[in-house]
């Protein structure tokens, strides 16, 4: 039975295997935050901190098995910050998800009341069209939160199973 080294034809593919390798066991050790339950008061609020929670423990994690398995020198933080996404779970995308329609949301709401408003600019027609901006941004929203607490309930399942 050859050997594995000597299987490798240069150096360059036994280093990208053992990154990929490496990557892999990244995903494999990543555990998620506990669960969080949602609580009274506005959802909106609510639902922003616990996904800001989520994705924060996110790259936190990942960083620190980043280290552990030394993807530090192939990983620069500093040129992208998008780094830590392929190492998300599935239910850390969807709080990604509810994190950017509530920024739409928030930037919609912003053209309607506040330094940035456009309403006054706007004739009756120009005002509806803003508030059914809004109430579809608001519908979306709304959704990708049905979908990170599904996410995050099928988890919790799983973890007390």
Not at 76 to 101: G, M
Not at 112 to 136: E, Q, Y
């Amino acid at each position: 039975m050859p050997n594995a080294a000597a299987d490798c034809s240069g150096h360059k593919r036994c280093v990208g295997d053992s990154i990929v390798a490496a990557r892999e066991r990244v995903r494999a050790e990543r555990t998620a935050l506990p669960g969080q339950a949602f609580g009274g008061g506005d959802l909106r609020r609510r639902a922003i901190a616990a996904c800001t929670a989520e994705l924060e423990h996110a790259e936190r994690e990942a960083l620190e098995l980043v280290v552990r398995h030394g993807l530090g020198a192939f990983i620069d933080r500093r040129a992208d910050s998008t780094w830590h996404t392929e190492f998300r779970l599935a239910h850390e995308h969807a709080a990604a998800l509810v994190l950017n329609w509530a920024s739409h949301l928030k930037t919609q709401e912003g053209l309607i009341v506040g330094p940035w408003s456009r309403w006054h600019l706007n004739d009756r027609a120009g005002r509806r069209a803003l508030l059914a901006t809004r109430r579809r941004i608001k519908r979306g929203f709304l959704a990708t939160v049905a979908a990170y607490r599904a996410a995050r309930a099928v988890l919790d399942a799983q973890a007390a199973a």
